[in-house]
Nanobody
Framework: QVQLVESGGGLVQAGGSLRLSCAAS????????MGWFRQAPGKEREFVAA????????YYTNSVKGRFTISRDNGKYTVYLQMNSLKPEDTAVYYC??????????????WGQGTQVTVSS
């Protein structure tokens, strides 16, 4: 079965950086568009970033453009989210997603368990 396992979350001060990783198994990773979503307390889960199966194209929600970078290593079945210049409003549980629709930015069927990112002011 498909498994997505996130890591790299934690507590960081505003302006700091974190790198999230998502290790995938049970799927032909190089054929899936991958994405990151996040959910803050009391809010709906929202799209953050996506990357095409080849890694040639990336997409971001406006609030993270210029600060976050999504990348992938198909040989390692892993997708990354480098987060720089973090702000308190980036505080959320971050989820990895497989089969994200890069046109509609709607999530695919496969989710990781999530990793908590907390940014203190």
């Amino acid at each position: 079965q498909v498994q997505l396992v996130e890591s790299g979350g934690g507590l960081v001060q505003a302006g700091g950086s974190l790198r999230l990783s998502c290790a995938a198994s049970g799927l032909t990773f190089s054929t899936y568009h991958m994405g990151w979503f996040r959910q803050a307390p009391g809010k709906e889960r929202e799209f953050v970033a996506a990357i095409t199966y080849s890694g040639s194209m990336t997409y971001y929600t406006n609030s993270v453009k210029g600060r976050f970078t999504i990348s992938r290593d198909n040989g390692k079945y892993t997708v990354y989210l480098q987060m720089n210049s973090l702000k308190p409003e980036d505080t959320a549980v971050y989820y990895c997603n497989a089969a994200v629709n890069i046109v509609t930015r709607k999530a695919g069927n496969y989710w990781g368990q999530g990793t908590q990112v907390t940014v203190s002011s």
